[in-house]
């Protein structure tokens, strides 16, 4: 009965759905504020619905039921249990109950927790987040059902595919879908502003929470994945390109583009249609992700291969939606104020021209990655790789990046270019120094993009830090904090990144046991294969002895593993890390004369990437924190005025 438990909670989480939106069609066409009251415990209860059916699906693969047709698909008896839970997002069916559960619980605590909006406009913002739940219940209950019944019940089920046999699975999607889905938020304060004619600062504060909340998931999640990738598939990359991480890429640089945007309105009461265009922007390169990811039109190991019809339906929401969206925009644009005027030299507009590059780019991935899905659909199949994304999209992000150091170190509303000079002084000189040492030491040895790269990054992680200078560093705000931890977190990732096109060493050679292997300055010792075997897979694992210079030997253990369910062989890379870089091993096939395959990188400062990442997130979850805790202190301060 768990299953059908399931299935009511999502019939009845759609049915409130639909009462939710019908109580804010009748309370703006009947301007009934009061019926915001009727509304916040339906929004409240749709959530907790959608979470106990997600619940109990995850109780399904836990139980290992395999008469349900999702389980017996995507699970097997044997499995960890970890991998029994990540199980359930997958796949398609759990994946996009994730999703409408992401969504309700957002829905519920957009209408019990945000008091900043006015009444209508709160209302008609739950009212567009109904809407958007509605057609994803449509699509779960009528084209995805992740509750369905099998006939004849399978003994042990078909496995998960070994690639997601893996715990970043386990954080990953999850933190993705939750910044894909924060989104929807932003959508629907963005549909709701507008419906109200409501586009002012105080719209902006109210939804500027919610878009950092996704963003700093959205970031979370990609440097996850991009973690997964590089280590669980063996290519020795952290980032390919596939159209399926730029399904991922692009929401992100819209909400990017977005949280800045929606600063300057809060701020400074300027950039309202820009914030209303980023919020529709954002959500809509979600819905694309969706179909990219669903629609069986790409081949990608992060795709779900599901049948057309599906992709079909997605599709028609994401033209409903953000058709409907663009047409409000159209013809409510006209009421929205141009909001408050700003000089040439000034913080916005340094936010202006970052939005703009922002945008540039999220075009160019975008064109990227759906050219080759437009040319074969006209029966033409064209490959774009890595080559069209590096050099185009580099440039354009070493030129953003440049930019983003310079916006902190200049005034809100007007400055002087004199006093902005002075203050980009010592970031210019640190450029100059930079460039000057990088090119005596390895001119020519390494490509320009990497070089620049390199270079950029210093000068951007000192101006990062240069707000802070003659700052009482107690008494600075600790969104301020989060602002610095932030940017310096990009020049971080943008030096890893740097640093691993331009120093990786690559080596590939047929070895047997006793062999030693020299390079980069390691040696590494062959010492022998092994049979291992684990939960549900057995594996060669080749035992190795590692040192460098004089250091200690160190014990690393590629693997070549087999999964029975289903039939498939991994290599499991071996990964020894250091302060200067990461020693990456991956075991390949037996040659002849029992030798075996290997691959070997060095890969110089690549953690920086990572560590960029989470520096990244790390900011924005200050940034959130300050902002919030200075409007609790601000309402405190008010109530005690008043008493």
Known sequence: MIAEAGLVALWLAAALAFLQLALAWFGLVGGKDELLEAMRPVAVTQGVLTGLSFLLLITLFVQSDMSVALVATNSHSMKPWLYKVAGTWGNHEGSMLLWVTVMGVAGGAVALFERALRRDTHMATLGAQAAISLGFYAFLLFASNPFARLETPPPDGQGLNPLLQDPGLAFHPPTLYVGYVGLSVAFSFAVGALLTRRVDAAFAKAMRPWVLAAWIMLTLGITAGSYWAYYELGWGGWWFWDPVENASLMPWLAATALLHSATVLATRDALRAWTIMLAVVAFSMSMVGTFLVRSGILTSVHAFAVDPQRGTFI??????????????????????????????????????????????????????????????????????????????VGPITLVLVMFMAAGPLTRWRKDRAKAVGTRMLVPAIVLVVAFVALGALAWGRMGILPFLGLTVAAAVAVGSVAPLWKRNLRRTPLFNWGMVIAHLGCAVSLAGMASDSAFTVEKLVAAKPGDTISTAGWTLHFDRIVPVAGDNWTALQGDMTVSRGNGAAVAIHPQSRFFTNPPTTTTEAALLTRWDGQLYVVLGQEAEQGRWQMRIWWKPFVTLIWLGGIMIALGGALALLGRERRGWVMKIRKRRAMA
Request: no cysteine.
């Open 315 to 392: 599709l028609g929401l994401l033209a409903l939606y953000i058709g409907g969206a663009l047409a409000l925009f159209a013809l409510r644009i006209g009421t929205v104020r141009e909001g408050q005027q700003f000089e040439l030299v000034s913080r916005e507009t340094t936010l202006v021209i970052n939005n703009l590059l922002l945008t540039v780019i999220l075009g160019l991935v975008l064109i990227g990655t759906l050219y080759p899905l437009m040319t074969e659909a006209f029966g033409h199949k064209v490959s774009v790789g890595p080559p069209y994304f590096d050099r185009i």
